[in-house]
């Protein structure tokens, strides 16, 4: 007969009493920026899955602001419990060194899950803007700088990275209006306020097929298989340029090992489903898996790879 020893045993009934319990009321969904957005609409999807996984609603709650920081504040403060859920985007690995006085520490306060989804980015300009290609209006731009306006979905939004990353490399003077998301920056494109938006895949893809706005390039190196008759920036006048967006889950950092397990694994499930990849794909979204050591390793070389770039640009919240 075997006999464990008093502090073996009780972690070993913690996790045995923890786990089937899980989760015992409504989980709460964090999203970082407004409804009509690409973290929103991924955000939603995966929700109702996990509610219908689980037997228990995984509410979403949008706390847009200060670039996804009010959020992220919010999911690093809560019970560590599982019943509190971050969807987030690669912001939270920008906003590490965007902001120097962030009321959470995004390494410790925060445990990755998983990455769930990546896409491209597409620049778009208003019908009235004349430039047709990449090159035209990056030669526009030179020839009236600081004419032209760009939305983003708030700093250290994927929206804003991306023409950050173009500004470096082309020297480009346009100037910044951010939004609390990308579904007020569409707006506001469409409407005329501002010119010129990197948005993401989703939300643009409807306003492109109709018309409202005119695509010249996508962000990432190959073409996307969502607009496949546009150009990539790289070869469209950028050489080189490259960025994508990628969407992924954290937990209060301390969650019990049980309940991360068990939510990996119905996330697993859910991310190779050909239903969830129709879905996320509807939405210009590649889904994407990444258990919680290789996200974590991933989002911490992510933290240090924009670390550099915000200091070679010079950004900062304004």
């Known amino acids: 007969m075997i006999v464990l020893g008093a ?11 923890e786990s089937p319990s899980y989760p015992s009321r409504p989980v709460r969904v964090l999203m970082p920026f407004p409804p009509g957005g690409g973290t929103d609409l991924i955000g939603r999807m995966l929700a109702q899955r ?8 995984f509410i979403g709650d949008n706390r847009a602001g200060s670039g996804g920081t009010i959020a992220t504040d919010i999911a690093a403060k809560a019970p ?5 859920l ?17 009321p959470y520490d995004t390494l410790k306060d925060l445990s990755p899950l998983s990455m769930v989804g990546e896409q491209s980015n597409v620049l778009v300009v208003h019908p009235s803007v004349a430039a047709q290609s990449v090159r035209e209006l990056l030669d526009q731009i030179k020839a009236q700088p600081r004419q032209l306006n760009y939305a983003s979905g708030g ?19 346009i100037v910044h209006v951010p939004y609390k998301g990308v579904g007020p920056a569409m707006t506001a494109i469409l409407g ?6 990197f948005s993401t895949l989703g939300p643009a893809l409807p306003q492109i097929k109709a018309g409202r706005v005119r695509a010249l390039g996508v962000t990432t190196l190959k073409r996307s298989v969502y607009l496949a008759g546009v150009p990539t920036v790289s070869e469209a006048g950028v050489p ?4 994508s967006t990628w969407y992924g889950l954290w937990l209060p950092s301390g969650t019990p090992r049980a309940i991360t397990s068990r939510l990996y694994a119905e996330t697993e499930k859910m991310v190779l489903s050909a239903d969830l990849k129709e879905e996320f794909g ?9 258990p919680p050591e290789k996200f974590d390793a991933f989002c911490r070389a992510e933290i240090a790879k924009w670390a550099k770039v915000i200091r070679a640009t010079g950004s900062k919240p304004e």
């Open 240 to 243: 080189g340029y490259e960025y």
């Open 192 to 197: 005329g306020e501002v010119q010129v938006f």
């Open 80 to 84: 560590r419990d599982g019943h509190t």
């Open 155 to 173: 700093f250290g939004s994927s929206t804003y990275l991306a023409m950050e990353l173009l500004k470096l490399m082309t020297r480009a003077e």
């Open 282 to 290: 509807s939405q210009g979204v590649d889904a994407v898996l990444m």
């Open 50 to 57: 996990f509610a219908r996984a689980f037997g228990q609603p």
């Open 86 to 102: 971050l969807v987030h985007t690669i912001s939270l690995a920008v906003n590490a060194s965007l902001y120097p006085k962030l």
């Open 7 to 17: 502090n073996l045993l009780l972690p070993l009934i913690g996790i045995a009493a």
